[in-house]
């Protein structure tokens, strides 16, 4: 089955790091692009960057450029989502999301069910 | 503020059509494909519609999409009690370089 399995839901203090995955399976990882949305409570889709398995070029979005560090490890098929110091405001579901290169323009065909954060003192 | 302009809700009884709306600018939906997603109550996103207005496989014919200059428009024909959602555009922002989405319209049906 084509997926992308999340990890875990997570609950940290302000200030701490954090890092949750995406491991790809059925499909070939390194002809895609993985990225990350987020969905803070209540609230609307954001998306936030996203990585070329292939080179691993990396883009993010300005309103996330430098608050987080995507990256991915091709031998085993998972991208990562990392912050170094949590903020409240980082509470949110956090998704990741597949992009076909073949399709004209940036759209998600594949997404995963979503990792909880939750950033509490 | 969404970058992509969408009503907040919108409903309609069942059987019945819904048209939502998604209005941009020449930077976003005026020279790139838009796309729309599902997102059934808790449950993460679906895409519907890619390339303004093709369907991924296993997506019934009654979602059509369409697109005229900077504005995107979602149709739901034959509403379902299950189409009961909120539904978002999305596509690149050439200025922003990023991809943008819009706010999300909560479809409820009657």
């Known amino acids: 089955e084509v997926q992308l399995v999340q990890s875990g839901a997570e609950v940290k203090k302000p200030g701490e790091s954090l890092t949750i995955s995406c491991k790809g399976s059925?499909?070939?990882?390194?002809?895609?692009?993985i990225g990350w949305v987020r969905q803070m409570p209540g609230k609307g889709l954001e998306w936030m960057g996203i990585?070329?398995?292939?080179?691993?070029?990396?883009r993010y979005s300005p309103s996330f450029q430098g608050q987080v560090t995507i990256s991915a490890d091709k031998s085993i098929s998972t991208a990562f989502l990392h912050w170094s110091s949590l903020k409240a405001s980082d509470t949110a579901i956090y998704y990741c999301?597949?992009?076909?290169?073949?399709?004209?323009?940036?759209?998600?065909?594949?997404w995963g069910r979503g990792t909880l954060v939750t950033v509490s003192s | 503020q969404s970058v992509l302009t969408q009503p907040p809700s919108m409903s309609a009884a069942p059987g019945q059509k819904v048209t939502i709306s998604c209005s941009g600018s020449?930077?976003?939906?005026?020279?790139?494909?838009v796309s729309w997603y599902q997102q059934l109550p808790g449950t993460a996103p679906k895409l519907l519609i890619y390339?303004?207005?093709k369907r991924p496989s296993g997506i019934p014919d009654r979602f059509s999409g369409s697109k005229s200059d900077t504005s995107a428009t979602l149709g739901i024909a034959g509403l379902q009690t299950g189409d009961e959602a909120d539904y978002y555009c999305?596509?690149?922002?050439?200025?922003?370089?990023?991809?943008?989405f819009g706010g999300g319209t909560k479809v409820t049906v009657l």
């Open positions: 059925g499909y070939s990882f390194s002809n895609y692009w």
């Open positions: 999301v597949r992009h076909d290169p073949d399709y004209r323009g940036w759209c998600f065909d594949l």
């Open positions: 020449s930077s976003n939906i005026g020279n790139n494909a």
């Open positions: 990585i070329y398995f292939g080179d691993s070029e990396t």
């Open positions: 390339e303004n207005n």
């Open positions: 999305g596509t690149w922002d050439t200025s922003l370089s990023a991809v943008v």
